[in-house]
């Protein structure tokens, strides 16, 4: 079985390490695990009812985010208009994308590696030096 996403996240991670080897951040590598039914149960009633945590986390304010979010997906999750697509589990994610953006951090999708790059350098090109 061939996990894309999971590919995609790694050669993702991957380009951090090489590129920005000081910047901490987090990948949710464990979602291509299927859980089984106990461990679900004990893992929705320790999360946040429902919030999606993104699949990365960049721990590096800049200049006008707290920090970098960014829910990876194998293709784009909107419609040819611009809207999400009706997928429950597509809408809770931008919901979730949307709080993280009103608490200050910069939060979105992105289904390719080069879109992952570009999101990743143009936050990092304006870090904050501390």
């Not at 997906?73 to 993280?100: A, D, F, R, V, W």
Request: proline residues 3%; charged residues 20%.
């Amino acid at each position: 079985m061939k996990h894309s996403e999971y590919e995609l996240q790694v050669k993702v991670c991957e380009y951090i390490n090489t590129k920005y080897p000081n910047v901490l951040f987090l990948s949710d590598t464990i979602a291509s695990i299927k859980l089984n039914v106990m461990q679900g149960a004990r893992n929705k009633k320790i999360q946040k009812s429902g919030f999606k945590t993104p699949d990365l986390i960049i721990l590096q304010p800049n200049k006008n985010y707290k920090g970098l979010f960014i829910e990876l997906k194998t293709k784009s999750p909107y419609k040819k208009n611009g809207e999400i697509l009706q997928n429950e589990h597509l809408i809770g994610q931008q919901n979730s994308i949307n709080q993280l953006n009103k608490l200050g951090y910069f939060a979105g999708f992105a289904w390719t590696y080069d879109q992952c790059v570009e999101i990743i350098d143009t936050f990092m090109s304006d870090i904050q030096i501390l």
